[in-house]
């Protein structure tokens, strides 16, 4: 089954949900998926495909043509920038001082972490 036809006849937010997670899947499914989805330009079928269902579903829950384009394609830029991480966070295993915190990679609270981030870079600001 394509990533395009995820239970077609689920209501839009279901559909838009299984979209999405099959999105996921498909990127973890090759390795460095993400990161080689991200360095191209995708407009092949299976791209235009995810797309177009997306927009389609988000048409049907209500948002008009544009709203729905630009929630598609923050959907998928999340998901390939999660799937980016995720990647990233595997194989830490050679690396002493990364096998340590492994586990923290996949459990760490990403909202936090930049919250911290910020804060420490603006330290200087009063």
Do not use: W
Request: aromatic share 6%; net charge negative.
């Amino acid at each position: 089954m394509g990533v395009c036809s995820v239970v077609p006849e689920a209501p839009p937010r279901e559909r838009v949900l299984a979209l999405v997670r099959a999105f996921r899947e498909a990127l973890l499914t090759h390795r460095d998926g993400a990161r080689v989805y991200a360095g191209t330009h995708a407009t092949g079928p299976n791209t235009l495909g995810l797309a177009g269902s997306l927009v389609g579903a988000l048409r049907e829950a209500g948002f008009d043509a544009v709203a729905a384009l630009e929630k598609a394609l923050l959907l998928m830029h999340f998901t390939t920038g999660h799937v980016l991480e995720e990647q990233a966070a595997t194989g830490g295993e050679a690396y002493s001082h990364l096998s340590e915190v492994g586990e923290h990679f996949t459990t760490m609270n990403y909202a936090d972490l930049f919250e911290r981030g910020i804060r420490l870079m603006t330290t200087d600001l009063r």
